[in-house]
């Protein structure tokens, strides 16, 4: 199939969803001009699909590959990372004091969502940079950011997150890896950690671990976490890779999905040599880090809307060649293109409208982190809010959507020849990374939906209910505000037991108002018919057919958890 990157959908979604030129409007971003919007989307999209794209197979098929030499990624993987970084893309939202051009992180988010949909593997690597980025411009010294940033702004050195550790996976207060003081005021660094997306691999000169470790006397769990930045080679005095930090790779992972992106068990330490700087307060780690998972499960919300994408673009152009059977309905005795049968065209549609809901949505909450970036505090709020929702309905769409795919391809998706089956694989570990979508809705009825009493979530509320014109959508809104209400007053375990449901309901809400906004706007567009054609109809198919399906969950969203708890433990074995 031929990759077509979603230009046309993504400015439309920056201008009626994000409001970039509002942003624009701004000093910080006053490079945002349409013209260099336009320029942006343009030319990322023809270099992945020049670059990227036709490394997608074989990055699945052959993938990263574990030898005495470290991680190496197949061929062709390093010339196009070296273009990647040549062509500027990693500086699109870096700080414009570290060599980054400084533009709005909505317009950075298209940048990856193209990247991402051309590949999804190899876009995980840029992906986990941005996090180091964030992490060490909110929390490193001066010296820190002058010697990392640059390097990592351009993306000629990576950067990786280290949390995971085998006793400690979503319960972090239980790490153990260790930073000893040294004499000279950094630290000696020891411990495993694992699961670590490009932990090491040849696409670059250094890879920068950010590195979660506890300094003597630390007190137990989360508070005696502090984070360090641990380089995979010491720099010179001149700045640039030098000696080996004794960071090893024990070994990779071999997964369901993501092949071309290596998964890492990394070794800390094993000869005593290897070296860190603290990076903010002792005891701040779990700050620190909070800094770069933030933006992170939003990024991992976007993944769900490019594996949605490509899954989406595979499924439509199979089922436009796939001959098979006349109508049903008589018009005619000839066999036809399966796009043409009902049930196909139900899927695709499905398809389409879920994987443009999953972008407003993921767009919105990046909108609300350049207004935050501006000062907005009413904006930061909202994205606290709105981050599990991204996070975890994005990834279930990008999962239902992939899932979808294979259906339309028939039994020909279930065989890996195709290359149906890829997103699909692919995607199922995106509800788990960053946080599972349970921990997400935990998140969301725990801490999110209180914020300033339920203020936050009842502004939302009101400004969904302001613009809303579908009597369903409006029941459905006013649903979710009346569950959300009700969950505050409810105990723990019973607002955890309606969490998950919750927050799916609350996002189609959400998504609801945020398509019915786009179908509009999308009345005055006069640009490609095609394209005006199929936002009206994903539009009115997802709020006539999509946003019902959320009085369905109204009853588990409100349901107490006592029938969870009214068997032991050994009745599950039953």
Known sequence: MTFTPATIEQRFVLDTVVRIDELAASDRFGAASPDLVDAVLEGVGQFAAGEWEPLDRVGDTVGAKWTDQGVVMPAGFRAAYQAYVEGGWGTIGSPEAFGGQGLPFALSTAVLETLGTANMSFALCPTLTVGAIEALAHHGSPEQQALYLPKLATGEWTGTMNLTEPQAGSDVGALRSKAEPRDDGTFRITGTKIYISFGDHDLADNIVHLVLAR???????????????????????????????????????????????????LSFGDNGDCVGELIGAEGGGMRAMFTMMNNARLNVGLQGVQVAERATQKAVHYARDRIQSARANGSSREPVA?????????????????????????YLAAGQVDRATLGDREAQAMLDLLTPLAKAHGTDIGNEVASLGIQVHGGMGYVEETGAAQPFRDARITPIYEGTNGIQAADLVGRKLSMDNGGVFERLIRQML?????????????????????????????????????????????????????????????????????????????????VPEAFGLARAARAPAAVLYSVPAEAFAA
């Open 215 to 265: 300094t003597p006397d630390a007190p137990p769990g989360t508070k005696g976490l502090s984070l360090f930045l641990v380089p995979k080679y010491r720099l010179n005095p001149d700045g640039t890779p030098g000696a080996f930090n004794d960071v090893r790779v024990v070994s990779i992972e071999h997964k369901m999905g993501l092949h071309a992106s290596p998964t890492c068990v």
């Open 338 to 362: 399966i796009i043409e049968h009902p049930d196909v065209r139900r899927m695709l549609m499905r398809m389409k409208a879920q994987t443009q809901a999953a972008r407003a949505l993921v």
């Open 466 to 546: 302001d613009e809303a014109q579908d009597a369903t959508l409006r029941d459905v809104i006013q649903l979710a505000g009346e569950t959300g209400r009700a969950l505050l007053a409810s105990d723990v375990d019973d607002r955890l037991a309606a969490s998950y449901p919750f927050l799916t309901m609350t996002s189609i809400a959400v998504c609801g108002w945020l398509m019915e906004k786009q179908a509009r706007a999308v009345e005055s567009f006069s640009g490609d018919p095609q394209f005006k054609a199929m936002k009206q109809a994903a539009c009115r198919f997802y709020v006539e057919q999509v």
